[in-house]
């Protein structure tokens, strides 16, 4: 039987780092064994905030990739100021960290690249993929965002093609991302950005959402809106499980260590955190001698200045960035894994997608970000660990001295109940019924 081709058109593609990266790659990998030949699209001069050469690997041998040139602004801003290079990345400088350069910057990025700095990928694509699709005999077309401006080109090619099936991605929201606050919007910037969302929604066959709430606030705004989470990928490095999900990597750590894996900024920092870590290391001596606060990723210099004012400071390993390979080996020697969300209520439908790669080690899971979150229905779900919203301070205090206890006593639990529903393939075969 004759496979059905899909065009995926993502910005972020290997050799990219990061999380936005893993959604399409993974999905491409399996959609063949679901009766789907993808074809990817994606530019040929890129500007990367992370890069991870690890994940070329992942992508499938026989795999159709067509690249064009892209025209960005970041080289020209970060010779401006240099911390303009976290804008690639959606990061900014907050509250007092933020100088007048950074003022200025924020504001020209979000007032001047409606919706961001790659829509001048947006004209030239629709020009070659209109004809690349008549020619090729493409019916079905993925955009991947964030860049939103990806979504522009889906949003014309429909225009001109009518018969094409077109299916919206959203990893994250538009307009209810929480660094859209911060973008210094006037009045009329601002109702361009929401007119241009409320056209993709409406005009998409169907968006996608990575998150429960996102799916149910798409929806409110007319969006024919479906939830497929992240996941992990049981093929991963250190993460291959047997079928019934039970024989993980038994936990032999020699200190007791809480990780965080990734990228962390001034945005969704838990203080908290770092203030109970420091008073249980001034109180308990036991706790002082074997604990360790480990981070894998780019952490801002501005929290780590920060952390290394407290009794934290001779606990702190920082082991820079590292290639996913490397990083999920980091997560099996740990104890406690730490997640962190924005704090706003409007972030509450936020899913990381390192979540799912947490869940697959059966490691224990701290989390950080508004009440009633999407990642407290996942971790209560799977028993993985909890939930904790940026105010709390004793809860926390117990919960970590409590995970200490275990782990000092050898029982430190590993859960992996219901976790089998966020394997990247069974997440394809939800795609591809979604497809049909």
């Known amino acids: 039987m004759e496979q059905k081709k899909i065009l995926i058109i993502t910005y972020y593609w290997p050799p990219a780092g990061g999380p936005g990266v893993q959604r399409w790659l993974k999905f491409a990998k399996y959609l063949p064994e679901f009766g789907w030949k993808p074809v990817i699209y994606t530019p040929e001069n890129p500007s990367y905030p992370l890069l991870d050469e690890s994940l070329i690997k992942d992508v499938p041998k026989d795999l159709e990739i067509v690249k064009t040139k892209i025209w960005e602004p970041y080289q020209l801003a970060e010779k401006l100021n240099k911390s303009n290079k976290k804008f690639k990345a959606g990061q900014f400088d907050v509250g007092k960290n933020q100088n007048w350069k950074s003022k200025l910057s924020i504001w020209v990025r979000g007032n001047f690249f409606i919706p961001d700095a790659r829509v001048f990928w947006v004209k030239p694509s629709i020009k070659f993929l209109e004809n690349y699709l008549k020619e090729n005999n493409i019916e079905v077309v993925v955009t991947s965002g964030p860049p939103h401006s990806l979504h522009l080109i889906g949003l014309n090619l429909k225009k001109k ?22 973008l210094k919007l006037t009045k009329n910037s601002d109702k361009k950005h929401r007119q241009l969302e409320s056209e993709v929604f409406r005009n998409a066959d169907i968006t996608l959402a990575t998150s429960y709430t996102d799916a149910d606030n798409f929806r ?7 939830c497929i989470t992240n996941g992990f990928d049981e093929t991963d490095s250190q993460t291959i499980i047997s079928s019934d999900f039970k024989t993980l990597r038994p936990s032999n750590t020699s200190t007791f ?17 770092w203030k109970a870590l420091d008073e249980l ?3 308990h001596p036991d706790f002082a001698e074997n604990f360790v606060l480990k981070f894998a990723g780019r952490i801002d210099d501005k929290i780590l200045a920060n952390i290394e004012n407290s009794a934290l ?22 104890d ?9 209520e409007s972030s509450k439908g936020i899913i990381p997608g390192k979540i799912f790669e947490y869940l697959a080690t059966g490691k224990q899971i701290i989390s950080f970000g508004p009440n009633d979150a999407d990642v407290s229905l996942i ?5 993985a660990g909890r939930h904790f919203s940026y105010s709390d301070f004793d809860t926390i205090k117990s919960f970590i001295l409590e995970k200490f206890q275990h782990w000092k006593n050898g029982n430190l639990s590993e859960n ?16 591809a019924e979604i497809l049909e």
Request: glycine share 2%; hydrophobic share 35%.
């Open 313 to 334: 400071k001779n606990h702190i390993l920082n082991l820079g960035y590292l290639s996913h390979e490397k990083a999920i080996e980091e997560m099996y020697t740990s």
């Open 220 to 226: 409110k705004n007319g969006a024919n809106s479906f």
């Open 161 to 182: 093609l009518p018969h094409l099936k077109w299916i919206a991605d959203f990893r994250d929201p538009w307009t209810e991302i929480s660094y859209y606050k911060h």
């Open 257 to 273: 260590t809480l990780s965080y894996i990734g990228v962390l900024e001034q945005l969704r920092n838990p203080e908290n955190l």
């Open 336 to 344: 406690i894994l730490l997640i962190t969300n924005f704090p706003n």
């Open 281 to 283: 290391l001034q109180q």
């Open 379 to 383: 971790l209560n779900e799977t028993q």
């Open 416 to 431: 992996t109940t219901s976790i089998e529903q966020f394997s990247r393939k069974n997440l394809t075969a939800k795609l």
